[in-house]
């Protein structure tokens, strides 16, 4: 079986869905004989056929409340957008439809969706097509928000996501979409939502991030190791609703935690994860929880991306700080 | 050179006129039952309305949109539809509810804060009210969608008024609707206000029903306060959607009796006479004219009919007041088919703090 990307994941996890699920349609912008500005959906037309794989004319709002209704129909649909700068316009569906049907029948009616985004920065794309704001989803009751860092995380994710008889929304990290490739074995074993995933073991300090920040945070934690400290790696992957238990384990142990995201600081998903150790984590901590975060910016043209976005440097510098702690 | 690539028009339909007489010969399937039962509903549907404001007058139900004088344009909706197709509707549909099976008292409890009211026993797939202006036309567009992919043959109908007309969801769910062909009824409830802003503020353009041009099917004016028009109009676009004719929309024109909500006072921006003029097009009044000069409709007929309402709508009241409300812990059980294991600590604090306050 030959290794595969993050995106060609997505596709054979999409292509699993549809072939074990005849309720599993697909649909978005360029989703069909074009198989998806970025290929995710690339094949799909051909073996699926134009009824489980529609293009959509150009409207976000729209393509959001469609699966809304649909989905209430009973169909398991999975919409792309092109780019998450233009999921805005499917906001209104998102908080005041998707996250509420079930709730507001009281069961009668359910929206088991789920909107497929790709998000971020570092591929040095036009104005609008590097956004992160996953922190607006992750404040709406009723869904969840699900990220995954790697290629098989994708497909197990995205499989599990499908399956869910709840709405997600599904932000893949863009920056690895090809970044590297991993042997996904097309076996449709979901991986478990509500759920943060522990990448690698230390006891001095603990990294949690999520999608494309995986790659720097994994990075620094190797020259952490160089220096003697252990960090551990916490990959949160479902951001709604998360699994604390995950992350206070793991700093009930370092008594050190440095948050990493991409998206801006202020009222970033961070700022979440750091009130959670100070309501339950107090007393593990030896140290101030700190974030690196995009700054309080505009995300910058690709001339100053990297400028914008967390790197290695930023992450080490911060976890070498509270390793002054004692 | 020049030619002209495009060209179309608006036909304006009605049947009955304000005085109830017949302006036109009434297709064949208006027969007397028929008649008395569409009359029927639209009582019944006012007779919601003033009890509901009264509930509400006295601190029992919450804010209420009343349909005072649009209740031919939900009881058509609700009448010219067959089970299996489904109703999206916005927050002045209470008549097409009524009609399609959900019952008084579900009503009532939706308008008295109580999510069950939604849970309606009748017609399980009709989506409930919707508050978001304009909001809930991609969802119809997707019930619609469901049907077409399924090849059944069901119509989905969209109700929305005048001012949601401004609004791109709703552009948009009738661009995909041409686009698809798919079974979908649009009808705008013309009202001519929305809220205090007059139908003439709101586009310049003629008619309402020119809309669907844009979007590429047809759209027509019906008499919104001649229910024999709009179940004529409703019937025939509904048969064509269910056959694969794709969507049609209906602009019915009519006018918002009372206030916009039970919040708003509409002597603000409206005057008597406007609204005194408005009152000699009531659709209940012109059926009542129409059936009593048609020899099928008495002074007792309507005693009984009265009475009939009111004791339904008491009884349905007093059983929705009656209900307990639902546990605390409802609050969380039906955000999720499961709960997350996250969110076990929040419901168990709420139920905590609900039975240290007992
Ligand atoms: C998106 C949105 N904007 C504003 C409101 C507040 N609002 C409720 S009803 C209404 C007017 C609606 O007018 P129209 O569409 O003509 O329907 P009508 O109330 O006349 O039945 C407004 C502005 C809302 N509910 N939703
Ligand atoms: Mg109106």
Redesign the pocket.
């Known amino acids: 079986m030959p290794d595969i990307t993050l995106v060609e994941a997505v596709n054979l996890a999409l292509a699993r869905a549809m072939a074990e699920d005849d309720r599993v349609i697909v649909f978005g912008e360029d989703v069909a004989v074009d198989g998806g500005v970025f290929r995710a959906t690339d094949g799909l037309l051909a073996r699926f056929g134009p009824d489980r794989v529609l293009d959509t004319p150009l409207s976000e709002g729209l393509f959001a409340g469609l699966a809304v209704g649909v989905a209430a129909q009973g169909f398991r649909p999975v919409a792309e957008f092109q780019f998450m700068g233009f999921m805005l316009p499917a906001l209104d569906q998102v908080m005041n439809h998707a996250g509420r049907l079930r709730n507001r029948t009281r069961g009668r009616l359910t929206c088991p969706l789920v909107l497929r985004a790709p998000y971020g920065g570092g591929i040095h794309a036009p104005e609008h097509h590097s956004e992160s704001f996953e922190s607006l989803f992750a404040h709406v009751p009723g869904i969840r928000v699900v990220v995954p860092s790697s290629p098989a995380r994708a497909y197990g994710l995205l499989l599990s996501a499908i399956r869910d008889p709840d709405p997600v929304v599904f932000l893949e990290p863009k920056r690895l979409y090809r970044a590297r490739r991993q042997e996904v074995p097309d076996d449709g074993a979901g991986a478990p939502l509500d759920r943060c995933f522990v990448l690698r073991p230390g006891t001095d300090l603990t990294l949690v991030t999520w999608g494309a920040m995986v790659a720097e945070t994994l990075d620094a934690a190797q020259a952490l190791d160089r220096e003697g400290v252990a960090a551990e790696v916490i990959d949160v992957a479902t951001l709604k609703p998360l699994d604390t238990d995950t992350i206070l384990a793991s700093v009930a142990k370092t008594g050190r935690c440095v948050i990493v995201h991409e998206a801006a600081l202020t009222a970033g998903f961070g700022a979440e994860v750091a009130a959670r150790l100070a309501d339950d984590g107090l007393f593990d901590l030896r140290a101030p929880v700190r974030r690196v975060a995009g700054w309080d910016t505009v995300m910058p043209y690709p001339r100053q991306e990297r400028r914008y976005m967390p790197g290695t440097d930023r992450i080490l510098a911060a976890a070498r700080g509270l390793m002054e702690y004692a | 050179m020049t030619d002209r690539v495009a060209d179309f028009h608006v036909d304006f339909t009605r049947f009955l006129a304000p005085d109830g007489t017949a302006v036109a010969p009434l297709p064949g399937f208006f027969d007397d039952p028929t008649l008395r039962r569409l009359y029927g509903h639209m009582v019944l549907a006012r007779a919601f309305d003033t009890k509901a404001i009264a509930l509400q007058r006295t601190g029992r139900l919450g804010t209420y ?1 009343p349909s005072l004088g649009q209740e031919a344009v939900a009881v058509a909706v609700g009448a010219a539809m067959v089970d299996t197709d489904v109703l999206v509707p ?3 549909e209470h008549g097409a509810q009524l009609v399609r099976g959900v019952t008084l008292q579900e009503l009532f409890l939706f308008w008295a804060g109580d999510e069950r009211g939604n849970d309606f026993a009748g017609p399980r797939q009709d989506f409930p009210v919707c ?5 809930h036309a991609p969802h119809a567009a997707g019930v619609a969608l469901a049907f077409k992919l399924r090849r059944e043959a069901r119509a989905a109908v969209c109700v ?5 007309t401004s ?1 791109g969801d709703v552009y948009e769910a009738m661009n995909l609707a041409g686009a698809w062909t798919l079974p979908l009824v649009f009808v705008v ?1 013309n ?1 001519q ?3 205090s802003v007059r139908r003439a503020h709101q586009t310049a353009a003629r008619t309402l029903a020119q809309k669907a041009v844009a979007a590429g099917f047809a759209g027509e004016q019906v008499d919104g306060n001649d229910v024999v028009a709009l179940c004529h109009a409703l019937r025939q676009a509904l048969d064509r959607a269910r056959a694969g004719g794709g969507p049609h929309l209906i602009e019915a024109l009519t006018y ?1 009796l009372g206030d ?1 909500t039970t919040a708003d006072d509409a002597s603000r921006y409206r005057d008597d006479e406007e609204v005194g003029r408005h009152w000699k097009e009531d659709p209940i009044a012109r059926l009542r004219a129409h059936l009593t000069a048609r020899g099928a409709w008495t002074r007792d007929d309507e005693e009984a009919l009265l009475t009939d309402c009111a004791a339904r709508v008491e009884a349905a009241a007093r059983d929705a007041q009656a209900l307990a409300p639902e546990p605390a812990a409802a609050l969380f059980d039906h955000l999720y088919a499961t709960l997350p294991p996250a969110l076990a600590g929040q419901r168990a604090a709420l139920v905590q703090a609900e039975a240290d306050h007992a």
């Open positions: 949109a916005s927050f002045r508050i978001p202006v304009g909001s929305f008024g005048d001012g949601a609004k409830a009202n206000w929305a809220i918002r916009h």
